[in-house]
């Protein structure tokens, strides 16, 4: 067996991305999620997906009839969108600091993309970026982890097997819990067996939850008014089962520079 050594968030990853998110629900919630776009802003049509991965949550808004493009920060993961979406537009770029030609209606931060931004520092200058490319009243959508259901729940270590054909998986995710900093480092220890050759290669994501009221006021200092905080696809009301909050918020100024 070959053992890689650890690397930066998704590089090494991001090959295997979609098999290990092949459970995802990803046509549901992209489904719920237009429908709250169009409940606040029955006219929106064009979206920027910020941290769009592999592209499969902005093809379904593209589906759902949203001018959509995305940008994300791994060169690997917007080659594999712009080879499986040659018809969309993908480009590298970070959540932080983007520049639009033109600015769009809607926002999308999926899949915990903001937990992710683990410095105020970089909430601060995520939403700066996000106002700057909305166009006015627009929408700012994007889910993190939330703080109630982590400190109840507790991170844990858990192991996860995938098959596609000759291909397994198997991921053993190790958490390290900061609760001064409210951060987990998840280290991924993957093994990849194709056919007889097996490789081994280790990822740390450190991620950060949030309480709501600190959503709240990072948003409010950035000029927009949050409009809704629920369970994703289901608009439930959080509670400490729920791991992952999803906000919908409207650019109302420009917040402060």
Same mark, same amino acid.
Request: glycine share 4%.
């Given at each position: 067996?070959?053992?890689?050594?650890?690397?930066?968030?998704?590089?090494?990853?991001?090959?295997?991305?979609?098999?290990?998110?092949?459970?995802?629900?990803?046509?549901?919630?992209?489904?719920?999620?237009?429908?709250?776009?169009?409940?606040?802003?029955?006219?929106?049509?064009?979206?920027?997906?910020?941290?769009?991965?592999?592209?499969?949550?902005?093809?379904?808004?593209?589906?759902?009839?949203?001018?959509?493009?995305?940008?994300?920060?791994?060169?690997?993961?917007?080659?594999?969108?712009?080879?499986?979406?040659?018809?969309?537009?993908?480009?590298?770029?970070?959540?932080?600091?983007?520049?639009?030609?033109?600015?769009?209606?809607?926002?999308?931060?999926?899949?915990?993309?903001?937990?992710?931004?683990?410095?105020?520092?970089?909430?601060?200058?995520?939403?700066?970026?996000?106002?700057?490319?909305?166009?006015?009243?627009?929408?700012?959508?994007?889910?993190?982890?939330?703080?109630?259901?982590?400190?109840?729940?507790?991170? =844990? *270590?858990?192991? /996860?097997?995938?098959?596609?054909?000759? #291909? !397994?998986?198997?991921?053993? @995710?190790?958490?390290?819990?900061?609760?001064?900093?409210?951060?987990?480092?998840?280290?991924?220890?993957?093994?990849?067996?194709?056919?007889?050759?097996?490789?081994?290669?280790?990822?740390?994501?450190?991620?950060?939850?949030?309480?709501?009221?600190?959503? =709240? *006021?990072?948003? /409010?200092?950035?000029?927009?008014?949050? #409009? !809704?905080?629920?369970?994703? @696809?289901?608009?439930?009301?959080?509670?400490?089962?729920?791991?992952?909050?999803?906000?919908?918020?409207?650019?109302?100024t420009e917040g402060h520079q």
């Open positions: 067996m070959m053992t890689l050594p650890s690397m930066d968030s998704f590089q090494q990853y991001s090959e295997y991305y979609d098999l290990l998110n092949r459970d995802k629900l990803y046509e549901q919630e992209a489904a719920w999620v237009a429908e709250r776009i169009r409940s606040y802003l029955p006219q929106a049509s064009s979206l920027l997906d910020v941290g769009s991965g592999t592209g499969i949550y902005t093809e379904q808004f593209q589906k759902l009839g949203f001018e959509a493009q995305g940008i994300d920060l791994s060169e690997n993961m917007v080659s594999i969108a712009r080879s499986r979406m040659p018809s969309l537009a993908f480009d590298v770029g970070d959540a932080r600091h983007f520049d639009l030609q033109e600015p769009v209606d809607v926002i999308t931060l999926m899949f915990h993309v903001m937990s992710y931004l683990v410095k105020d520092a970089d909430i601060r200058e995520a939403l700066h970026a996000c106002s700057k490319n909305l166009n006015e009243n627009g929408l700012l959508c994007f889910d993190v982890w939330h703080a109630p259901a982590v400190l109840t729940q507790k991170p =844990e *270590e858990r192991t /996860k097997t995938y098959r596609n054909g000759n #291909l !397994e998986i198997v991921r053993n @995710a190790h958490p390290t819990h900061d609760e001064k900093a409210h951060t987990v480092d998840v280290c991924y220890h993957i093994e990849v067996t194709d056919c007889d050759t097996t490789t081994a290669f280790i990822e740390h994501h450190l991620m950060r939850y949030f309480f709501p009221h600190e959503i =709240e *006021e990072f948003l /409010k200092e950035a000029g927009f008014e949050l #409009l !809704e905080a629920t369970q994703i @696809a289901t608009g439930s009301v959080p509670s400490q089962d729920t791991w992952g909050v999803f906000y919908v918020a409207r650019k109302t």
